[in-house]
């Protein structure tokens, strides 16, 4: 069994597509969704359906959350703000609902997955170190738990403390926890542009990161076509 862990594509279409497609030669048999499939890009409406259509677990994120509801976003960030109410607007009454009708934690084979932590999934809480992932080990019974939030791949990994790595492919051993981010499909913020997504072994017990380039140049003319604001092209060239 291969699967696919994929979050934070925020309706960038283009690179959903192009992890989709490496996703299929790489053999995986099954797909996981971490959430935040809307908000930032312009394709809400085709990555909510694409990504409805494959029927796959898939948990809420914040942007998913803010968007099926009708609450002010007044104490959101600007740009973040500007970009959901368009994004209110490109969906249906039952796109909304979809997406209102996400559970917040799931449990997939023998992992957990959740969009942001385990200790207040509602909270949204960003892990951004070690010790910000010590509150969430608290509330993992599973010996893997997926999640994405960041758009930073990296992994938490407790055993007798609780540290903090990355690379491209890590092997679960016996008696250690791991919290995994899976990085973000449509919006990576580590600075390297290209598409991010994992693959859970759960045979060979690895699980392997990927870098996929996709058409960006296609995203931002339809992000500035749709009048969102600018910046949002900008920063997924830098992936920022
Ligand atoms: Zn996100």
Redesign the pocket.
Known sequence: MRIALF??I?ANLEALDAVLADAKKQDVTDYVCM??VV??NADPSACLEKVRAMNCPTVK???DEDTAGTHSLESMNPVAAAALEWTRLQLNAEQRQWLSRLRMVRQVSDFTVV?STLDQPSHWNYVTNRFDAMSNFSYQFTQICFH????VPRVYIKSDRVQEVFSESIVIEDGAKYFINAG?VG?PRDGDWRACYAIYDLDHKQVVFRRIEYDIETTQRKILAAGLPPMLAERIAEGR
Not at 148 to 151: D, L, N, S
Request: hydrophobic share 0%.
């Open positions: 979050g934070d925020h959430g935040d908000g930032y994120g914040n942007h969009h994405g939030h960041t758009h973000s919006q």
